[in-house]
């Protein structure tokens, strides 16, 4: 009796949590939150049916729509290292980072179990074409040039798994100790070929402006002296032209020129010191004998 009556009075609370219990279950099939930078992936009975594409509360329908996951649409990196031999037959490793967007969330969920490792396989083979018959430095130097020439040839391939290639980027390649002892002599011996050979054209950049500095010199120098003798030697002629027109005899007026210039060169010598001076001129006495007729002849006639 006592069990009839509460079960009589419990039945109304009974229903109500089967329908708060019902509503609640209701609600978490029907309700979903898609995370920020993704896209929530919904089938019906095994069919993709559509991503929502704005981040928070969705909606789909109960017991028959599945969330089956949620793809994030952010850029994303996926690091991988691929081990190859160069042309001078050396064993290297690359490190590389393949930078991504998920563009077609679908393709990339449902065409692959594995897009990432799709990802880094097609990648791989297209660095490793890419660098076949490259030397060891080419790699080093050339790895910008590597990574532009593989995104460009795998991103019609990669496009069919919903994924948009941003940048993909060789890191410098990791050979044996011993390797890279040898590289790094070989790149300082380089470096200091490269700075013997500056330096030398700079001495010999040096020596052709200090060579064509003192050819500028010595002619500027034999100018003044071409000048120089050039005015003595309109004095000489202006001198004996005087001589003449005072009277004196040409030979007698070459020969107190002649004497005149003789005496000239002798004290200019003698004015460099430390000088010896030897006079071995012919007829000095005969040009004195000159000279005493040329004062005598201007004494008389004196000038004109």
């Known amino acids: 009796m006592l069990t009839a009556t509460f079960m009589a009075a419990a039945a109304p609370y009974i229903g109500y949590g089967v329908g708060a219990l019902l509503t609640y279950i209701t ?6 939150t898609v995370g920020q930078n993704k896209e929530g992936l919904v089938s019906r009975f ?43 037959d050396q064993f290297i490793r690359l490190p590389i980072d393949i930078q991504f967007e998920v563009r077609d969330t679908a393709k990339f969920y449902y065409q692959s179990n594995n897009p990432t490792e799709q990802i880094k396989t097609i990648v791989s083979a297209a660095v490793r074409k890419s660098t076949s018959g490259k030397t060891f430095a080419e790699i080093y130097s050339l790895r910008q040039e590597i990574s532009d020439n593989v995104k460009e040839n795998v991103l019609d391939e990669i496009a069919d798994y ?3 290639i941003k940048r ?9 100790e011993n390797v890279k002892s040898a590289y790094n002599r ?19 950049i040096k020596s052709v402006k200090a060579a064509e500095a003192d050819k500028e010199r010595n002619s500027l120098i034999g100018e003044g002296v071409k000048a120089f003798r050039k005015s003595v030697a309109e004095s000489y002629i202006e001198t004996r032209q005087s001589l003449i027109e005072a009277g004196v005899d040409e030979k007698a007026a070459d ?16 004015e460099k010191g430390n000088v010896i001076i030897m006079d071995t001129a012919k007829g000095k006495a005969q040009n004195d004998n000159s000279m005493a007729d ?11």
């Open 255 to 270: 020969a107190f020129m002649t004497e005149a210039m003789r005496l000239d060169t002798m004290r200019d010598a003698a």
């Open 46 to 88: 095994g069919k993709y049916v559509g991503a929502p594409k704005t981040s928070g509360l969705n909606w789909k329908i109960p017991f028959i729509d599945k969330l089956d996951t949620q793809v994030s649409t952010a850029l994303t990196a996926i690091p991988a290292e691929l081990e190859t031999k160069t042309s001078d």
């Open 27 to 32: 609600a978490k099939k029907t309700l979903f």
């Open 186 to 204: 070989v790149k300082a011996s380089e470096r200091e070929k490269q700075a013997a050979e500056n330096e030398a054209q700079a001495a010999y």
């Open 162 to 164: 919903g994924i948009d």
């Open 168 to 176: 993909i980027v060789i890191d410098e390649p990791q050979a044996d």
């Open 294 to 304: 040329v004062l005598a002849a201007m004494r008389v006639n004196g000038p004109k």
